[in-house]
């Protein structure tokens, strides 16, 4: 499966941003789907996470409030809808597949190239 981010940019505190991640390849219904991003210096972190299946999902803290993850109908489109924008969600994006829901990076074994969001 090949990954592709796109929807990333500079932003002001407060605004929003929708993140894209086209998924091309086969992927079984219960693939998951991830959404991360890596600070510079610092760790990468998972925000959400959604259960192709389902459509089951998951936040975390970061996330939670703020940020929606969802699939367009063919669920080969996975969104990352961003409101209320701070300056420490600066970053890059990144999704991810995993065969397991959850969201610690070692689940996920197939990346995409991550796409730049930066909020002053």
């Known amino acids: 499966v090949q990954l592709v981010e796109s929807g990333g940019g500079s932003v002001q505190a407060g605004g929003s941003l929708t993140l894209s991640c086209v998924a091309s390849?086969?992927?079984?219904?219960?693939?998951?789907m991830g959404w991360f991003r890596q600070a510079s210096g610092k760790d990468r972190e998972g925000l959400a996470v959604i259960y192709r299946g389902s459509r089951y999902t998951m936040y975390t803290e970061p996330a939670s409030g703020r940020f929606t993850i969802s699939q367009d109908n063919t669920k080969t489109i996975t969104f990352l809808q961003m409101n209320s924008l701070r300056p420490e969600d600066s970053g890059m994006y990144y999704c991810?597949?995993?065969?397991?829901?959850?969201?610690?990076?070692?689940?996920?074994?197939?990346w995409g190239q991550g796409t730049q969001v930066t909020v002053s």
């Open positions: 390849g086969y992927m079984p219904s219960t693939t998951c």
């Open positions: 991810a597949t995993a065969r397991l829901f959850g969201l610690n990076p070692i689940l996920y074994a197939n």
